[in-house]
C-alpha cells in the first residue's frame, strides 16, 4: 500500500473544511438549551436566572409559587379554593355557601414567575388544550388576584371572562419552537364558509408541541442541531479556535445590523399578525416561520392602531384602543413598535441591547446598574457628559435629570404594573394634551396643570408657550394629576394611581397629605385595576403623612380591590368618617371642591371602556 504524503492529508484537511463551509443551507432543527452547557456555561448559566427560562414550566412542587393551602378567594360569584394533594396542584370550584365542589382542574402547566403566576389546565382526555383559570398569585401582593382585576376591565364582567386558550396565543412567545397543532382548522374552515359564527380563540382544538417550555437559547440565536453536530467534532472546534471565526450555524445577534438585531427582540416584544391567511394558517399548524437572523417581515407586520381587527376585517377599537393618540403604545408587549417610533432609532444605531442583555444585569428587566443611569444616553449625547444640568435645568442627582424619565415617562400598562414607555421622545405637554395622554413633566409635578407645565417647558428650553386644550375637555388649569387620576381613561387613571404614589416615595411631590382625599376618591373606580393602584400609593402617602397613618394602615389591611362591592362600600364609608376627624395639615398641595370633583368623576365614568390588552 503507497505512503500517503503529507500534502496529501493537508489537501484532504482543506477539502473537508471546504465542504463545511460551502455545502448547501440545511434548515436546522432544535437542539435544546442543554446542548449549550457543556460549551457555553457561562452564558448557560447567565440565561438560567432569567425569567425568560421560567416564563413556561411545568406545575411541580419545585416550580408553583402560588399558596394551595385551601383557602377560600371568593370573586365575581364564586369560590376557588387552591388545594395541594400530594405533588398535584388543584383549583377546586364552588358556589358560595355551599361545602360541594362543582368542579376541579388539575393545574399542569404555568406561565410566569416574576410579579406573577398563571394556571393552566388541560383538557379532559388526550387532548392538548390548555386553559389559562381564573386566578393568578401575584409575588408582590403576596395573594390570589382574579384575572379580571388582572386586566383593564370594570367590575362587570362574568366569572369566565378572562379564561383562554394557551395553545391559541400564549404559546407563541413564552416558548421555544412552538407548534400549535389546531386539529379542527378544516371544520372551523368549512362552517365558516356556510355563513355559521366561528370563534377560533375559543373553538379551536389542538394538540400542540414545543422544543422547549419557556424562553431559552435558540429563540434568540437560532435553532442549534447543525451546530451541535458541526461543533461534537473535535477537528472542527479546533479549527474555529485557531481561526478565531465565527460559527455561522447559530446567530449572534450582537453582530447583525440594527434591523436584524432589534427583530429578535421583536418577534415577542412587538405585538404583529401573519401576513395572510396562508401565513395564519401555518402559525397555527407549525408555528412561527421567522428564525433569529431573518427578515421578520417577511412573515408578520406590526399592530398599529389602524390595524383591522382580523374577526371583523375592519379598523376598530380593538387595536386602536392599544395606543395614545399619537400612535404611542400604551400597553406592554409593544415595545418595538415604541422604538420604531424613536428619533433614537432613526438616526442612531439604536438597538435593544443598548440598554438590555440576556447575559448580565439585573433579572428584573435584564439591565445593568450602569444601564439603569445615564450612560446609554450619553454615549450618544456627549455634549452632555459634563454638565448634564444645563440641559435637564434639574439638580444632576435628582429625578429630572434622569433622562429615561423626560424621554421614556412611565404611561404603559403590562399586567398589575405601570411600566416605562419605550418610544423615546421629547416631553411635550401640549401636544401630549390633545393626544389625550400624560406627559413627563406632569408625571412629576402632579399638581402642577399642564398648561404650568407648557408655559415652563416653553421658558426653560427657549421655545413659543401654545395654547393647552385637553382631549378629555378638562380645563387646562386643573393638576394635571387629580385630572387623569379621576377624569381619564382605565389607562389614565390607571398610570396617574401609580405616578402618585411612586412620586412620593422619590420625594418629588410634596404634600403627600393633600392627595389622600384624591385617592380616597379614587377608591369608588369601577376598575378593579385602578383600584389597586390607588390603595397601594394610598399607603404610600400615609407614610410620608405621619398623622393619618394609623388610620389609613387601618382602613388598607381590610380594604379589599376585588371584594365584594358592599363590603368596600362600608369600608369606604367607615374610613372616611374617621378620616373626617383626624388633625390634618391644612395648607400646600391641589384643592377641588366637591363639586368640581364629581364633574371630574363623571368624564371620567364615561370615558371608561374595557381594552383587550391581548394577554
Known sequence: MPKRSRGGSGRCFVAALLLV???????????????????????????HQTYHRTMTQEAIPENVQGRFDGQSIRAWGMDVRPVRRGDRFFFDYYTPGSDEAVASYQIERLVGSNRYQQYLTREEGEGGT?????????????????????????????????????NHNCIFCHNTGPQPGVVNYDDMQSRAAAGLAVDSATEARYQSDVSELGIACESCHGPGEIHVAKQ???LTRLRYTLSSSVDDSMVLPSRLDQD?????????????????????????????????GDDLFESVELVWPETPNPMTGHPDELFGLRFWAD????LTAYEYQGMQLSKCHEDEALTCMTCHSMHSGDRHGMITEAARGN???????????EDVESHTFHPPDSEGSNCYSCHMPEIVYGVMEVHRSHRIEVPDPAANAAAGRPNACNLCHLDQSVAWAENETARLWGREARRVVRADGVASDVADGIARLLAGDPVERAVTATAIGRSIERGQLEHAEAWQPFLIEALKDDYPAVRRFARRSLEQTAQAAPATAATIDSFTSRYDFIGPESVRISALAELMRRYATLDRQSEGGPILNPTQVERLRQIGIDRSEAINIGE
Open 21 to 47: 463551509v460551502l455545502a448547501p443551507p440545511v434548515q436546522a432543527e432544535w437542539a435544546g438549551s442543554e446542548t449549550c452547557h457543556t460549551c457555553h456555561r457561562d452564558r448557560y448559566s447567565t440565561w
Open 130 to 166: 390548555y386553559y389559562r383559570l381564573h386566578i393568578l398569585w401575584h409575588n408582590e401582593d403576596q395573594r390570589w388576584v382574579h384575572m379580571n382585576a388582572a386586566f383593564l376591565g370594570p367590575d362587570e364582567q362574568h366569572f369566565d371572562a378572562n379564561v383562554s386558550v394557551w
Open 232 to 234: 461534537s467534532n473535535w
Open 260 to 292: 436584524r438585531a432589534n427583530m429578535v427582540c421583536g418577534q415577542c416584544h412587538g405585538q404583529r399578525l401573519p401576513v395572510d391567511n396562508d401565513m395564519l394558517r401555518r402559525f397555527i399548524s407549525e408555528g412561527p416561520v421567522y428564525r433569529a
Open 327 to 330: 400612535r404611542t403604545p400604551r
Open 375 to 385: 450612560g446609554p444616553c450619553l454615549t450618544c449625547h456627549q455634549d452632555l457628559v
